[in-house]
């Protein structure tokens, strides 16, 4: 009987020790190794892409719109004409096009003439509506004050000289020709190798022409508030 007991107190004995050893391990300080990073604040801006088209007023029209002018055309003649688009300052790169739009009726090309300024390529021409786009690539802008791109060649448009009095007499509307600037942002439309996916550094016309294309499509989409 008494070494019964002595078992029960040894017992008892075995679990307050167990006890309190739980109890100092849940209660008691410990110096656990802890680290931790500063924050990283991200904060998201954005880019933006603004042009501008602009030409001198020849006065003869009557108003003062810069882009609303009248020429008089005297066979071989050359006329001035300055049409210049102008990305503007802190712009992103992007892919900068001309539409030239010639009248079909009547037919500007019977009377005159003109050659599209230097670093600009034809991306597509439709003769029946008398439509040209050109296209290049603008790199993102540095520049305080933006950068300036001529339109046609030399500035001047020229009267050719096989056009004859009676040309003049029959007209029932003057020959026109229109201008007008897109830009789109070059993100997303890169040039890049079919093969390795990496992006060409100064690319060819030939490399560049499909991928302006398909940006060009997303402007047409855009002013046509249309799916490409």
């Known amino acids: 009987m008494e070494k019964g007991r002595k078992s029960a107190k040894r017992i008892v004995a075995v679990l307050l020790t167990a006890a309190i050893m739980v109890g100092g391990i849940a209660g008691g300080t410990y110096a656990w190794l802890i680290s931790k990073t500063d924050e990283v604040v991200n904060t998201f801006s954005y880019g933006d892409i603004n042009i501008s088209i602009e ?51 009547p037919e500007f ?17 439709d003769a029946a509506k008398g439509e040209y786009v050109y296209f290049r690539y603008v790199d993102a802008d540095t520049d305080s ?19 004859t009095k009676e040309m003049f007499d029959a007209l029932t509307a003057y020959p026109t020709l229109k201008v007008k600037g897109y830009a789109m942002q070059y993100a997303g439309f890169e040039v890049v190798d079919a093969l390795s996916g990496a992006v060409i550094i100064n690319p060819s016309e030939a490399e560049m022409k499909p991928f302006a294309q398909s940006a060009w499509e997303q402007v047409l989409a855009a002013e046509t508030g249309t799916n490409p």
Do not use: Q
């Open 109 to 125: 090309d019977k009377f005159m003439t003109y050659d599209i300024a230097d670093g600009w390529y034809e991306l597509t021409k």
């Open 145 to 163: 004050t933006g950068v300036t791109y001529p339109v046609i060649k030399d500035n001047t448009v020229t009267v050719k000289s096989t056009v």
């Open 55 to 105: 030409e001198t007023d020849t006065g003869k029209d009557g108003d003062s719109d810069e882009n609303t002018n009248t020429y008089k055309m005297m066979p071989g003649e050359t006329i001035g004409k300055d049409p210049k688009i102008t990305v503007e300052a802190d712009n992103e790169a992007c892919w900068l096009y001309v539409k030239l739009t010639r009248s079909v009726d």
